[in-house]
């Protein structure tokens, strides 16, 4: 009987510390939300000044309107990559052209 009793107390009482765990980490979840890791609310002005207006979109060009989102961007790392490919290019034959750069074949001769 001591035991069963024994085995019932531990049992009520890891139920009561498992409730009373989720209540305390529910309740600092919702106050570092609200008072320790506040989020900035834009102002109305804010607002206004990052909403799209249908005049801004009309007054633009046709390649404007009708461009692929982020494809300048990659078309400018292309050729930017191409540029230094190229750059690179050209010092590496420029150094084998040059007859004195290659010590060791000057002294041979």
Request: aromatic share 6%.
């Amino acid at each position: 009987a001591m035991t069963t009793a024994s085995a019932f107390f531990y049992t009520l009482l890891s139920m009561w510390l498992a409730i009373h765990a989720s209540v305390s980490a529910h309740s600092f979840g919702v106050r570092m939300l609200t008072q320790l890791v506040r989020l900035p609310i834009p102002s109305t002005a804010q607002l206004d000044a990052a909403t799209a207006m249908a005049r801004d979109f009309e007054g633009l060009g046709l390649t404007s309107v009708l461009r692929l989102p982020l494809m300048a961007k990659q078309i400018r790392r292309l050729n930017s990559a191409l540029d230094n490919l190229a750059v690179q290019d050209g010092e590496l034959s420029d150094a084998g052209s040059d007859p004195g750069s290659d010590s060791a074949t000057s002294a041979m001769r």
